[in-house]
């Protein structure tokens, strides 16, 4: 047991006095090494990924598998060669292309991303159909409906002076006669033939 009196016990009141325990100083951030991953292609190729690579803005490390789609039906040296062949502001979406084009291929090896677009073709034709029909259907409704509209807004002829008083045993309770009804039923198809 060391006494307050040796060496070590005054080192460390020595120290302590030069170093307080709050420090004014914040410690700086330590920050890790800064790594630069290789881009998706230049890992599925085994090769070493330079600053320049082609490839590395549009296969990040992120999706190896888009650009493993893109290099099992059109190579990598023919990526390269068509990326370079566009000026960079269509790289993007060429690239982009040539994922959905392999992915295409690989749910449909004959006829890839055409087949997609022919059975979309295809489908919009049977919808416009689909449309066609209950437009006309809808026409005809209307047609129905202002026919409808056009008789029950038909008013009775006027009939002669006298003329209830002559046929009343042959009026019905709502005042109508049979003539008023054949009058009507004239009407409804002539708007029917119409």
Not at 34 to 58: M, Q, T
Not at 79 to 101: G, H, M, N, T
Not at 116 to 142: H, K, P, T, V
């Amino acid at each position: 047991m060391e006494t307050s009196g040796t060496p070590a016990s005054s080192f460390c009141r020595s120290t302590s006095s030069l170093f307080p325990s709050t420090s004014p100083l914040p410690k700086p951030p330590i920050h890790p090494p800064v790594v630069h991953s290789p881009c998706a292609a230049c890992k599925i190729l085994r090769r070493r990924c330079s600053g320049g690579c082609v490839l590395a803005p549009y296969f990040p490390p992120t999706e190896p598998l888009e650009f493993t789609a893109a290099h099992r039906v059109f190579g990598a040296s023919n990526i390269i060669k068509f990326l370079q062949e566009l000026p960079e502001s269509q790289r993007a979406d060429a690239a982009s292309s040539l994922v959905y084009e392999a992915n295409a291929r690989a749910r449909d090896p004959v006829y890839g991303s055409a087949g997609i677009i022919y059975q979309l073709q295809r489908q919009a034709e049977g919808l416009q159909s689909q449309l066609a029909r209950a437009r006309a259907e809808l026409a005809a409704m209307q047609a129905h409906r202002e026919n409808l509209i056009s008789i029950l807004s038909v008013k009775p002829w006027p009939f002669p002076a006298g003329f209830e008083e002559r046929y009343s045993p042959y009026m019905d309770r709502g005042g109508s006669s049979s003539a008023d009804d054949h009058s009507q039923a004239s009407v409804w198809e002539e708007s029917l033939w119409a």
